[in-house]
């Protein structure tokens, strides 16, 4: 037997334990070792039952990912699955107990629904997460579930694919025994009560499978609402159907459909998206040079300056992760306003009952508002949160300077400004980072972990784990202009803007990146976000500006005009008492008037010119930040663009999604667009490098990953 699987009695029970940490995933050898243990038990006379558990901190977490790869490429063939185990599990004369602690997820979760019994401990969760790799279960689950289950939850859990809770699990009958204490004494024990017991095969029970009229409505209302909450997603679809096979197919028949739609999903450009982003939301966090066992500080008190929008977001992160926040501004109704928009977002919180008042009062009361800089002498990390000018910020940090210990973090949430400038108005430019949190910043994913010139691993270290306790994917980034996120939004916003002055009209802009896969469109997003705030930076900028380069026109012209966006009731468009957006003559016009006076004659812009166009700025701007090294890997700029700005995962990120067309016909492009409009679209040298070596960004990844 291998050491990924154990095998020992109990006196009468055999105990077979999955010991393939960290998650105990079924990769090669657990399947097998697990069949061994039940070969052995059956031919252990004294043995009158046996018990399923997981080694370290859960059961079993799924099928390994990692060898989905080698399917898809071609390095491995795809053997039998899980099915001989799972039906050697089933068909165990001597009753199979699975024990769950931690996880049982995927494979972990079909691998329980084949034992006879299934207990667990309260905090544990069971689900079928495959969806969110772009997949359905490929073990059966599609088929078992339902049986143990109901056609409704198991649809619910297949398509959305989210944990359930133990408890809530145990009501639906997916669960037998719910376990108080030590998790392996109780299996113990409801081994031996359930050993003589006769044992009901799940694949052979039909009771919960409901009538094809009772049916009809669950199925058709699933497939409603994948159109609605999965747009464009295959995965969801698919195992909808599968479930739904279950109710209409023998089992063995329904197993052979799951296993056909799993396949075309498994294939689809879709799910190697979705599992690039999976283990891409893991890499990075891991940072060259600065190695897991580096030591980092507490983080038991914050102060955060500024509660505007940015900074009341900010704080309420803190609260929300337990740690009590000073929350400082210059004036008493700034700080007024400031507390009511928290509270009035908390409240919001409890009216959808994302949690109760008590977790509000909370929240509420880790929040100290305050005017002066009290209590700035304890904190563990201070987040400077105030106006984007770079006087005001270095004069903040100055005073921090004076009034922080030693080894308290400084933090600026700017979007823009050079961190290594802030940092050289204090003696301390080591403790100094970006922390660049995404508006909202309570809601927003995202974290840019800006690191300067002089700023110490330490203060690294920490920050990325201070990302995960704030329930956030921190990137760590460089300190270029805009870092990496807007530094390349620049360019796609750029562009839609230059394609409706060229002839393309607004909503098309905004349509071709939404049929795309966008959560919104360029322009949309600018009012969303407030065409004001780059009108600022631009200004602030303005003495950076090359000269004779192409500028957009229109989002300063819509500025002067008060358009800001949804803040003031119109920007590109208008909007109605519910934010939604309409055309504008009056934007017509203003298009009109700007082309005219640059001399531009209208033409006919199709849908593949507006994505190509955004979508290759993207790819050509993230090729400069790599080159730079102002990023560490491509698939961290995708993680940046799926967490701060509404890219689809399903495309894996603008850099998977230059892969996918491939650098070469990305290239012909970019150069086209050069030859076309001019400077702004010089081809970056990487991307002609890689394109000449028929590489891909993932490809460069992997040569840096080698190289570190
Ligand atoms: N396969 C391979 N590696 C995995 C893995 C998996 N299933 N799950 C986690 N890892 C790695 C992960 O990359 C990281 O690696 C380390 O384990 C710790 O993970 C047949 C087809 C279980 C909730 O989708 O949801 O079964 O970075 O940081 O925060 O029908 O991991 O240390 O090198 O996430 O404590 C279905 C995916 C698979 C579960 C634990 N199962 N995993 O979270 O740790 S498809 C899943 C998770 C399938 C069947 C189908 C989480 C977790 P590294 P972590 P965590």
Redesign the pocket.
């Known amino acids: 037997m291998s050491d990924l699987v154990l095998y020992s009695t109990q006196q009468d029970v055999a105990v077979i334990t999955v010991n393939n940490p ?2 105990n ?1 079924l990769s090669p050898g657990v399947p097998e070792g697990i069949a061994e243990g039940l070969a052995k038990a059956a031919a252990d006379e004294t043995v009158k039952a046996v018990v399923l558990i997981g080694g370290g901190r ?1 059961f079993i ?6 060898e989905f790869g080698k399917v898809t490429s071609g390095e491995k063939k795809r053997e039998g699955g ?1 099915h001989p185990l799972l039906y050697a599990l089933e068909d165990s004369v001597k009753p199979v107990v699975a024990a769950i602690h931690g ?1 049982a ?3 972990g979760l ?1 691998v329980a629904m084949a034992c006879a019994y299934r207990v667990a401990v309260a905090a544990a969760n069971v689900g079928q ?2 969806v ?2 772009g ?1 359905i ?3 059966a ?1 599609t088929q078992r579930l339902p049986r143990l289950v109901g056609v409704a939850k198991a649809v619910e859990m297949c398509q959305f694919g989210d944990p359930v809770k133990v408890p809530v699990a145990a009501k639906l009958g997916l669960i037998d025994r719910v376990i108080e204490r030590d998790l392996l004494e109780g299996a113990l024990a409801y081994a031996r009560e359930v050993a003589a017991a006769p044992v009901m095969k799940v694949r052979e029970r039909n009771e919960k499978l409901g009538t094809a009229e009772e049916n009809a409505p669950i199925f058709s209302a699933a497939r409603e609402a994948a159109k609605k909450r999965q747009r464009q997603l295959m995965a969801p679809l698919a195992a909808i159907a599968a479930v739904e096979a279950a109710t209409t197919m023998p089992f063995a028949e329904g197993v052979k459909e799951e296993a056909r739609l799993f396949a075309e999903c498994l294939f689809s450009t879709q799910s190697k998206a979705m599992i690039h982003v999976f ?1 891409g939301e ?1 890499t990075v966090a891991k940072i060259p040079n600065v190695p897991k066992e580096t030591v980092t500080y507490p983080i038991k008190r914050a102060a955060v300056i500024g509660a505007g929008t940015m900074g009341g977001g900010i704080a309420m992160n803190y609260a929300n992760a337990g740690i009590p926040v000073l929350l400082k501004e210059t004036s008493q109704e700034a700080l007024d306003r400031g507390m009511k928009t928290i509270s009035r977002n908390y409240a919001g919180s409890v009216a959808k009952r994302r949690f109760t008042q008590q977790a509000m009062d909370e929240r509420m009361a880790r929040i100290t508002p305050q005017l002066t800089y009290d209590g700035f002498d304890e904190a563990d990390i201070i987040v400077e949160a105030v106006f984007e000018g770079m006087a005001l910020k270095k004069e903040i940090f100055a005073a921090l300077d004076g009034i922080a210990k030693s080894d308290c973090i400084l933090a600026s949430n700017t979007s823009t400004l050079s961190i290594d400038e802030i940092a050289s108005a204090t003696k301390r430019p080591q403790m100094v980072i970006g922390h660049h949190f995404f508006s909202p910043a309570n809601v927003m994913r995202l974290l840019e972990i800006v690191r300067g010139r002089e700023t110490s691993k330490e203060v690294i270290a920490t920050s990325m784990g201070l990302a995960k306790a704030l329930g956030k994917i921190g990137v760590l980034v460089g300190n270029c202009r805009g870092f990496v996120g807007n530094r390349m939004f620049g360019p796609y916003r750029r562009e839609a803007q230059f394609l409706v002055e060229e002839g393309a009209a607004i909503e098309a802009v905004d349509k071709a990146m939404y049929d795309f896969g966008m959560a919104m469109g360029p322009l949309q997003v600018g009012d969303l976000a407030g065409l004001d705030v780059g009108w600022r930076i631009r200004k602030e900028f303005q003495h950076l500006e090359a000269a004779g380069v192409r500028k957009p026109l229109l989002e300063d012209r819509l500025c002067e005009m008060g358009r800001y966006g949804q803040k003031t009731g119109a920007g590109w468009y208008k909007y109605d008492e519910n934010r939604r957006p309409n055309l504008d003559p009056v934007v017509e016009d203003l298009i009109g008037q700007v082309r005219a006076a640059a001399g531009i004659t209208p033409r006919a812009v199709d849908e593949a010119e507006v994505t190509d166009r955004l979508l290759y700025a993207l790819a050509n701007e993230g090729a400069r930040i790599l080159e730079e090294g102002m990023a560490l890997r491509s698939v961290d700029i995708d993680i940046i663009y799926l967490n701060g700005y509404g890219f689809p995962a399903h495309r894996g990120g603008p850099m998977f999604y230059a892969d996918t067309v491939g650098l070469d016909k990305v290239l012909a492009r970019v150069r086209e667009f050069h030859a076309q409009h001019g400077p702004l679209w010089k081809p970056a040298p990487l991307l002609e490098r890689l394109a000449g070596e028929g590489k891909t960004f993932a490809q460069f990844d992997r040569a840096a990953a080698a190289g570190a």
């Open positions: 960290p998650v995933a859960s977490a799924g099928a390994d990912i990692k899980l996880q997820f995927g494979g079909e997460p495959e969110k790799l997949i279960p490929g073990a689950g283990f893991r």
